[in-house]
């Protein structure tokens, strides 16, 4: 079991910046890949961006790409989603996952712990 603990969200104006820090606890943290989803209001939950356990590998929808950079420091036990560039669009909030997989192809059915999610607002 692992607790995960999302915090950073706000309210930002487009262009802007902000960083979501997941802090988790529980079991070793470093046994798992780590991700970043988020929900708009009246949408499903989509993916955002993963990392593999080591931090070797790091995968991006579309949408972030060149903006947004996942990260995380395992003496820690934290990931980051580092956000660019904000545009309105990306408003929603924003969860943190964590399964045992390699963090390639990370999808909603396959996360085996969430976050409480953290609010991101931006304003254009």
């Known amino acids: 079991q692992v607790q995960l603990v999302e915090s950073g969200g706000g309210l930002v104006q487009a262009g802007d910046s902000l960083r979501l820090s997941c802090a988790a606890s529980g079991r070793t943290f470093s046994i798992y890949a780590m991700g970043w989803f988020r929900q708009a209001p009246g949408k499903e939950r989509e993916f955002v961006a993963a990392?593999?356990?080591?931090?070797?590998?790091?995968y991006y929808a579309d949408s972030v790409k060149g903006r947004f950079t996942i990260s995380r420091d395992n003496a820690k036990n934290t990931a980051y989603l580092q956000m660019n560039s904000l545009k309105p669009e990306d408003t929603a909030v924003y969860h943190c996952?964590?399964?045992?997989?390699?963090?390639?192809?990370?999808?909603?059915?396959?996360?085996?712990?969430w976050g409480q999610g953290t609010q991101v607002t931006v304003s254009s």
């Open positions: 996952a964590a399964n045992t997989g390699s963090g390639a192809a990370m999808s909603v059915g396959g996360v085996d712990f």
């Open positions: 990392i593999s356990r080591s931090g070797d590998s790091t």
